[in-house]
């Protein structure tokens, strides 16, 4: 089966940067593509970012473009989002997914979450 942990949340200031990390197991992830997304409380999963293969696929939700950046680490396993100048709205479950195809509508894989927090 395919595990994907979520680590690197915490409370913050507005203004500050956090990075998240996503660590993938139980299969190889070359082929991959890997996500993030978050969910703030009474509101709807939000779609924030996504990579597939080197060069093949790179996508930022438009309303993080600019703060947030997502980077696959070199052994393709791990999944980054690096979040500067967060923001008290962005506070949220943040979440990894991945997925065999390389622009999915719909992840198969999901982590269990990291809290975000960001305070004024």
């Known amino acids: 089966q395919v595990q994907l942990v979520e680590s690197g949340g915490g409370l913050v200031q507005a203004g500050g940067s956090l990075r998240l990390s996503c660590a993938a197991s139980?299969?190889?992830?070359?082929?991959?593509?890997m996500g993030w997304f978050r969910q703030a409380p009474g509101k709807e999963r939000e779609f924030l970012a996504a990579?597939?293969?080197?060069?093949?696929?790179?996508a930022h939700a438009d309303s993080v473009k600019g703060r947030f950046t997502i980077a696959r680490g070199n052994a393709l396993n791990t999944v980054y989002l690096q979040m500067n100048s967060l923001k008290p709205e962005d506070t949220a479950v943040y979440y990894c997914?991945?997925?065999?195809?390389?622009?999915?509508?719909?992840?198969?894989?999901w982590g269990q979450g990291t809290q975000v927090t960001v305070s004024s």
């Open positions: 997914a991945a997925d065999e195809a390389m622009a999915p509508k719909e992840y198969k894989y």
């Open positions: 139980g299969r190889t992830f070359g082929s991959y593509t």
């Open positions: 990579t597939g293969r080197s060069g093949a696929y790179l």
